[in-house]
């Protein structure tokens, strides 16, 4: 058997010990970045005070709202309306989505400061009897909820909110392509693809973007 001394050292181990001796220990606070603490400023977020519009409507009348599907979403579809510019609504038929944004929009003051709520309907029919519906459930006279077909209308300087057909909007497009007497234009029924709706929504599309820059938003809720 070979045995192995282990008390013998080699020359390499030795070497390596008289390179450790001369090791000079590093103070860490002269390696060390000093930092310096800045005191975050307090982020204060605007916020404006929330509008509610009262409406005084009949018993009945309010009843018969209750039981619409629609409005259990009211304070889920008014805040996604608040925080965006563009907003779809997709909901079945007869959930009373039509008649009842309209007043939603109303209540929460889009219609205050001399703005208006516009609703587009493809049809001529359609617009004439939301807008006596709307003015009947809300209580309000024909020269506050109005309506605009060619050549037949009952719109006035106190008009709220607006029914209209597609091409009427088109038409004040021309005139006024920003269209700042509007705080809210709701696309009805644009499933339907008729060629002014789709016109509409190509236009509005900038003019939200235009009405952003002047700090003046524009709200679009396509149905």
């Known amino acids: ?20 001796k001369e090791i000079v220990p590093i103070e860490m606070e002269k390696v060390l970045p000093v930092i310096e603490t800045v005191p975050i400023e307090e982020v204060v977020i605007d916020r404006k005070p929330a509008t509610y519009i009262h409406v005084e409507r009949d018993a009945e009348i309010q009843a018969a709202r209750l039981k619409l599907p629609i409005l259990a979403e009211e304070q889920i579809i008014m805040e996604t309306i608040s925080d965006n510019l563009v907003t779809i609504i997709a909901c079945s038929t007869g959930s009373g989505k039509t008649t009842q944004i309209p007043q939603f929009l ?94 509409l929504i190509g236009l509005l599309s900038r003019i939200v973007q235009l009405r952003k820059k002047k700090e003046n938003p524009l709200k679009l809720i396509i149905m």
């Open 106 to 199: 109303y209540e929460a003051g889009y219609a205050e400061n001399g703005r208006m709520i516009g609703i587009t309907e493809p049809r001529r029919v359609a617009a004439i009897s939301m807008s006596q519906r709307v003015g009947r459930e809300m209580n309000l006279p024909t020269s506050a909820v109005s309506y605009l077909i060619r050549f037949e209308g009952n719109c006035t300087p106190e008009t709220k909110i607006k029914f209209m057909t597609d091409g009427v909007l088109l038409k004040e497009v021309e005139c006024d392509f920003l269209l700042l007497k509007y705080s809210v234009i709701i696309l009805d029924e644009a499933h339907e693809r008729s060629a002014y709706t789709d016109i």
């Open 1 to 20: 058997m070979i045995g192995v001394d282990d008390s013998s050292e080699s020359e390499d181990e030795i070497e390596m010990e008289s390179e450790c």
